[in-house]
């Protein structure tokens, strides 16, 4: 089934692959707050945004753009020296990010990938990238995560290097038109469980599948880096269990989930093989809508949760 536009996080899922391009022609506007090759970095973030952050500091490190380190904001550790400090957020108003570049301003620069400029984020940063273009009215975080990840791999494209199996953004584009255009496989659809798993800067986009479908269906979803599946994740698949896989396959592992009777997606949540893996993502976003509106949940307006998490008693 076709995303359609029966929920706001479904037209901002389809949106994506333009807001991509967006991201990428925004470049020259961003230059002061995007890491310099050879900088000590760190990102930090809350909840999809540090899974972005993960995501991208493997992807900047390992492409030799220079040490890079993802922390959850609340969790960074203030006796470490970086080169630069990056956060994202959304709202611009999570408390946890906002402590955090108070705290360190003034003796380490930092930047802030946001998508509204009205908001607290903009005082306490001393540069700040803001891509409205890929705000959302849903609560489900998709686009704006997705194209702040194609933002920074742009930057790292343009500097010179991404990881030798890391396809250009382009063709990540033309994969993700794809992805938003596949049947979602009914077998799939029907599970009653999913384990997401990545390896290297894949791993991210796992945690971030695995959120999703919570956030918007209540699903029961694990996450895990690939060659960890099969020291005890491995024990809940079976049939009516999906194990999905974002990027390369570890030797054996399809031959270990045929086994225990479990469903295996690789390359694309669809069977087709060959989706860049951050256009797969967006057949997992695609699968979180369908299961939430087969279950009579509204996607947009997730139970227990807020567009951002603002702490009482904390002040940046």
């Not at 491995?234 to 009516?240: D, F």
Request: hydrophobic residues 45%.
């Amino acid at each position: 089934m076709s995303t359609t536009a029966s929920s706001l996080t479904a037209v901002e899922i389809a949106s994506q692959p333009d807001t991509w391009l967006r991201a990428r022609d925004s470049l020259g506007l961003f230059s002061d707050v995007l890491p310099r090759r050879g900088e000590r970095v760190a990102v930090v973030g809350c909840g999809t945004s540090w899974f972005m952050a993960l995501a991208y500091a493997e992807l900047r490190e390992h492409g030799g753009h220079g040490e890079t380190d993802a922390f959850a904001a609340s969790e960074f550790p203030h006796g470490r020296r970086y080169d630069r400090v990056i956060a994202i957020s959304r709202s611009g108003t999570t408390t946890e990010v906002l402590d955090l570049l108070a705290r360190v301003k003034g003796t380490t620069p930092t930047g802030a990938i946001t998508a509204d400029a009205q908001t607290p984020v903009m005082r306490v940063a001393d540069g700040i990238a803001v891509l409205g273009f890929a705000d959302e009215e849903s609560v489900v975080q998709t686009r704006f995560a997705t194209t702040t990840l194609a933002l920074l791999r742009a930057h790292l494209e343009a500097e010179g290097a991404l990881p030798a199996d890391v396809r250009p953004l382009e063709q990540a584009v033309v994969d993700a038109r794809q992805a938003i255009a596949l049947d979602l496989d009914d077998a799939v659809c029907a599970a009653e469980q999913f384990t997401f798993l990545g390896t290297g800067w894949t791993y991210g986009l796992a945690l971030e599948a695995g959120l999703k479908m919570r956030e918007a269906a209540g699903a029961w979803t694990e996450a895990y880096p690939a060659m960890e599946y099969r020291h005890g994740p491995i024990s809940i698949t079976g049939p009516g269990r999906v194990a999905w896989v974002f990027g390369p396959i570890p030797s054996g592992l399809a031959d270990d989930v045929t086994r225990v009777g479990g469903t295996l997606v690789a390359g694309s949540g669809a069977g087709s093989a060959g989706l860049d893996p951050l256009a797969d993502l967006i057949l997992a976003q695609r699968l979180a809508v369908r299961l939430a509106e087969a279950r009579g949940y509204d996607p947009d307006r997730p139970r227990n949760l807020t567009r951002s998490v603002i702490l009482e008693g904390h002040h940046a």
